[in-house]
């Protein structure tokens, strides 16, 4: 399929040296980042976290893989924030990695370099590194499935350890977030469109590594067939094709959004590489690359204008999209790559340093204000239910449960959540319930007070405080706090 590329020059070589020191060096300061001043958990983070202490072969909402590393690295470095988010920072300088060597054997040590040095600083990127979310496995796994498919045909169609290295990431990916299986789309999308592709729809190495793949995956199939096909569900629901089915400020907003997840520079030689690709005659490489980026934007686009498509969404199209940028502005204005690198060096140290700057200067931008705050929620919850021995946490909320499962001590991992209805709608629903006459409970909750329906179910209803932490002088986490006991039955 792909001929062998001509041999580096020293420049290129030394190109993919110093692309891969970078690497290194940006994943290291992020390690260090996490290690001494990581950000707070998310809820969703504090989710996967409570997830990882029964590792299972499968969740709710998600598959097993992002679960599985917060696992692993808990149990290597302990229970911090830097130990649950450190899977994403290693996982990301993994695909920059590969990132380099998937471009220097489709265009030469010039190209793989400039690729891997832009995806490590790409904004997304280096918000996405120093959360625990499951875009950084897919990605990881996704880029190691795309080097595979160039290099295994070099080596024959028959089966081949690039085709087993194939199947193990397609199977993994998988197992990471179910968009991998866009991977499939993609890989026909570029069979039917490029000639010169299409003698590998009948490889038997290509067929056996997707059969590889979907054995890999098949403990996460049984597990959904055994709880109801709970995380299928999720992710159907997360379409919402129910409502209104345009929606051209969703449209706007998440076009916009691209912008900021790659960089503007990074779009504009994507839209040229694009280009390039659909002309009569292209080369197969850059059909490749495109085959395998844009079926991901075109889908996500129209599933914004159709109801909600979140900005993080279109990340595997930017894993070949990154190559094909960096393809596009090498052939039409190298130096933009430089500037694209030095704008989002400064965009990544302000981003890690913005919590520093505010110590100096006043000014109320804070994106992470969403998470700031639950340490000291969780130690004053801590506090109350130590005064309170043998009461069990109930909140009424996800946010709230899975974040102050994390941050009271010790862990209440017998904390309930309040379900009236009975439905599931998220990991707790579906792992705790409110028994009759249940016990004394501690109930957090964001609301300032007790619903009227809420207190006729219990015998004693107590309020024992509101906890108020101030973040910035127009903004502080409150929340309520009561004391139940005797529980009649919803």
Not at 148 to 165: D, F, K, M
Not at 229 to 234: G, L, N, T
Not at 278 to 296: C, E, H, I, Q, T
Request: hydrophobic share 50%.
């Amino acid at each position: 399929m792909f001929a062998h590329s001509v041999p580096d020059d020293p420049s290129s070589r030394r190109a993919v040296v110093l692309a891969l020191a970078l690497i290194a060096a940006v994943t290291a300061a992020r390690c260090l980042l996490l290690a001494f001043d990581p950000p707070n958990l998310s809820f969703d983070e504090a989710q996967y976290w409570a997830w990882a202490q029964t590792v299972q072969l499968g969740y709710y909402s998600k598959p097993p893989m992002v679960a599985w590393v917060i696992a692993a690295t808990t149990a290597l470095f302990g229970q911090s924030e830097g130990a649950v988010k450190l899977g994403s920072t290693l996982a990301q300088g993994g695909t920059a990695a590969i990132l380099v060597f998937l471009g220097r054997a489709l265009g030469g040590g010039r190209l793989g370099a400039w690729a891997g040095a832009a995806w490590v600083t790409m904004p997304a990127v280096a918000l996405s590194a120093v959360m625990i979310t499951t875009d950084p496995f897919l990605l990881l796994f996704w880029v190691a499935g795309l080097l595979a498919l160039v290099e295994a045909p070099r080596r024959g169609l028959g089966i081949n350890r690039w085709w087993v290295l194939f199947g193990i990431a397609f199977g993994l990916g998988l197992l990471s977030k179910y968009a991998m299986a866009f991977f499939l789309g993609c890989l026909g999308m570029w069979l039917a469109w490029d000639r010169k592709a299409r003698p590998l729809a009948k490889a038997p190495g290509l067929w056996a590594g997707l059969v590889l793949g979907v054995l890999i995956y098949l403990p996460n199939l049984l597990w959904n067939a055994a709880n109801g096909f709970v995380s299928y569900a999720h992710t159907k629901d997360n379409a919402n094709l129910k409502g209104d089915l345009f929606n051209p400020d969703k449209l706007a907003e998440f076009v916009g959004g691209q912008f900021g997840v790659f960089g503007p520079i990074l779009m504009l030689g994507l839209v040229l590489g694009v280009m390039g690709a659909f002309r009569k005659g292209s080369d197969s490489r850059l059909r490749l690359l495109a085959a395998f980026s844009v079926p991901v934007l075109l889908v996500m686009t129209v599933e914004s204008l159709l109801s909600r498509a979140n900005a993080n969404w279109t990340a595997p199209a930017y894993v070949s999209g990154v190559v094909l940028a960096c393809w596009a502005l090498l052939r039409w204005r190298p130096w933009l790559l430089k500037a694209s690198l030095g704008l989002h060096l400064v965009v990544m140290g302000g981003l890690y340093g913005l919590d520093f700057a505010r110590h100096v200067v006043d000014f109320r931008f804070d994106p992470e204000k969403r998470i700031k705050g639950w340490d000291a929620v969780g130690d004053r919850v801590s506090a109350i239910l130590a005064a309170h021995p043998g009461a069990r946490l109930l909140a009424d909320e996800r946010k709230v449960l899975a974040t102050l499962t994390y941050y009271v001590h010790p862990h209440p991992f017998d904390a309930i959540k309040w379900n009236p209805s009975g439905r599931i709608h998220d990991h707790f629903d579906q792992t705790t319930r409110l028994e009759i006459g249940a016990g004394e409970l501690i109930y957090v909750t964001e609301l300032p007070d007790m619903k009227d329906d809420m207190r006729a179910r219990f015998a004693t209803v107590e309020k024992l405080e509101d906890i108020v932490v101030p973040l910035h002088h127009d903004y502080a986490r409150r929340l309520s706090v009561w004391r139940l006991d005797g529980f009649a039955g919803y």
